[in-house]
């Protein structure tokens, strides 16, 4: 009896660690769907109201972990061991000067601007790091749909609608490549929650934005190891949709900053291929410091991410612009 007794004792422990190893590679199956909606309208603070960066709008459709077998053998072969993930998402960004009532805009302002993307990527995850590279492919210019959608809006809610659409930077065809890196460093864990630094590279390239960046979020919360941060719609500090929820209740705050080298901008610097349109002086160095809450429950990731950004180009009139972004994502 005590032998068996003692067996059991020893058994126990390797019993426990076996079940949560098997917890911690346990397969994820179930799609993950997001909408996000970025906008000064959507922000703790005095809203900046249409100017600039005025809306980002975003649905997202992303795989469960190594469902997609064709998305799995392709990112085993240039990650290795890990899951792997395929993300599909459809975007729109629409940006306006500083006085969207002035009719011809004021050519020292920023331009109107429509960015309307379809991007298709991989999301490769290990215990600490996540990789993402994605391809997007769309237009900029009217067949962005930027004037429609905003004023449509402002219509709707009987705001004034912006007169100087017709003055934005012209159609032309848009792709953009991005690769990122981010880490998964554990720093402290108590009773009540953990801590954790997720920093990061980016690199983007095409003729929509190319630029590298490099920051970092430091979390307080429980359940940490569920994702890799939240979202954002590019550029800026991006953890992407997916999600394994690893506690009953997953919640964390956060706070981080990121700085960018921008080589180019298509909604600043005007057309690719065309001279003499719409455009300004941008400025090659952007930083940007974010906040915000995220919580997990029953499958829902719910975020909200508050944003500062540096000024963008010369002669910008915000001091520190800032937008809210929220998401929500459901699995399925």
């Known amino acids: 009896m005590r032998s068996n007794i003692s067996t059991l004792l020893l058994a126990l422990p390797m019993a426990v660690a076996a079940t949560a190893a098997f917890a911690q590679t346990a397969p994820d ?25 005025t809306s980002g709008l975003r649905i997202g459709w992303t795989s469960g972990a190594d469902a997609v077998d064709a998305g799995a053998g392709l990112g085993h072969a240039i990650w290795g061991d890990g899951t792997t993930r395929v993300s599909l998402e459809l975007t729109q960004s629409l940006f306006t000067p500083h006085d969207t ?40 210019g009217p067949a962005a749909l930027g004037e429609e959608v905003r004023n449509g809006f402002h219509n709707i809610i009987g705001d004034t609608p912006n007169r100087g659409w017709h003055y934005q930077v012209p159609d032309q065809i848009a792709a953009n490549l991005l690769v990122q890196r ?12 953990q801590v954790d630094v ?65 080589g180019y901008d298509v909604t600043l610097d005007g057309s690719t291929f065309r001279r003499n349109t719409p455009s300004v002086h941008r400025t090659w160095d952007v930083g940007e410091f974010e906040g915000g809450l995220a919580v997990i429950l029953y499958g829902v990731r719910v975020t909200y991410t508050q944003t500062w950004q540096t000024q963008a ?20």
């Open 29 to 53: 199956p179930d799609s993950i769907w997001t909408l996000q909606a970025e906008n000064d309208a959507v922000s703790t603070l005095k809203g900046t109201s249409d100017q600039y960066y």
């Open 101 to 140: 009532q002035l009719d011809p805009p004021n050519p020292q302002d920023r331009p109107y601007a429509g960015v309307l993307l379809l991007t298709g990527g991989l999301i490769h995850d290990t215990a600490d790091t996540r990789d993402l590279v994605s391809l997007s492919l769309g237009v900029v």
């Open 182 to 193: 981010t880490w998964r460093l554990p720093l402290a864990d108590f009773d009540v929650a």
């Open 198 to 262: 997720l920093p990061s590279v980016t690199g983007a390239l095409g003729d929509v934005r190319d630029y590298v960046q490099a920051g970092g979020v430091v979390r307080v919360g429980q359940g940490l190891n569920s994702d890799f941060g939240t979202a954002r719609i590019a550029p800026g500090l991006n953890g992407s949709d997916a999600f394994t929820q690893t506690a009953p209740l997953v919640w964390y705050a956060f706070a981080g900053a990121d700085g960018q080298a921008v």
């Open 313 to 332: 180009f010369r002669g910008a009139r915000s001091g520190l612009f800032n937008f809210g972004s929220l998401a929500a994502s459901v699995k399925f």
